[in-house]
T-cell receptor, first 113, second 113 residues
Framework: GDSVTQMEGPVTLSEEAFLTINCTYT??????LFWYVQYPGEGLQLLLK?????DKGSNKGFEATYRKETTSFHLEKGSVQVSDSAVYFC????????????FGKGTSLLVTP | NAGVTQTPKFQVLKTGQSMTLQCAQD?????MSWYRQDPGMGLRLIHY???????DQGEVPNGYNVSRSTTEDFPLRLLSAAPSQTSVYFC????????????FGPGTRLTVT
């Protein structure tokens, strides 16, 4: 079945450092790919998405490109801030389960001043 | 437009008790789903629905029942609570019109003692 694998954390970075969180997927069809963020004590917020190969999703300085050839959707940000400290989830959806999401296990990011 | 609402926000149950977690959405979304979030496990799909009257099992359905009598509501029933069901539960809805982007409720934190 479909699955998502993302790098394990926690990841600790200094403010203004470059961020990469790796995400790879396996899927039989042509899924849509998502990054969600969960700030401490809160629910999930959509950070960005891509619905087809070579699409680039971007939001709040974060970017991720849907790479079909490497089945990847890595999250990047050029300069992280303390306020980016959160848990980041990579996810995919396809028609097989009513377009519900199949999540990775999450990567905790801590940005220090 | 309230989006996706969930009640209660917190709940403590004793082993063997039953209860219903409520979920409602006012966006006329056809798809709805329930997830549970456990530390280190990410979010896992419990049940989903592709429309009123249609439900199906996700990855971890045992111990839970759902029904979808209206487009708006998708309650999750715990038949006989067990400590293993201690978790945070999220409801979500989505629509073809939004490229199946999932809109999440604020979550219900359930503790079973």
């Amino acid at each position: 079945g479909d699955s998502v694998t993302q790098m394990e954390g926690p990841v600790t970075l200094s403010e203004e450092a470059f961020l990469t969180i790796n995400c790879t997927y396996t899927a039989t069809g042509y899924p849509s790919l998502f990054w969600y963020v969960q700030y401490p004590g809160e629910g999930l917020q959509l950070l960005l998405k891509a619905t087809k190969a070579d699409d680039k999703g971007s939001n709040k300085g974060f970017e991720a490109t849907y790479r079909k050839e490497t089945t990847s959707f890595h999250l990047e940000k050029g300069s992280v801030q303390v306020s980016d400290s959160a848990v980041y989830f990579c996810a995919l959806s396809d028609h097989g389960s009513g377009y519900a999401l199949n999540f990775g296990k999450g990567t905790s990011l801590l940005v220090t001043p | 437009n309230a989006g996706v609402t969930q009640t209660p926000k917190f709940q403590v149950l004793k082993t063997g008790q039953s209860m219903t977690l409520q979920c409602a959405q006012d966006m006329n979304h056809e798809y709805m789903s329930w997830y549970r979030q456990d530390p280190g496990m990410g979010l896992r799909l419990i049940h989903y629905s592709v429309g009123a009257g249609i439900t199906d099992q996700g990855e971890v359905p045992n111990g839970y029942n759902v029904s979808r009598s209206t487009t708006e509501d998708f309650p999750l029933r715990l038949l006989s609570a067990a400590p293993s069901q201690t978790s945070v539960y999220f409801c979500a809805s989505s629509s073809l019109a939004d490229s199946y982007e999932q809109y999440f409720g604020p979550g219900t934190r359930l503790t079973v003692t």
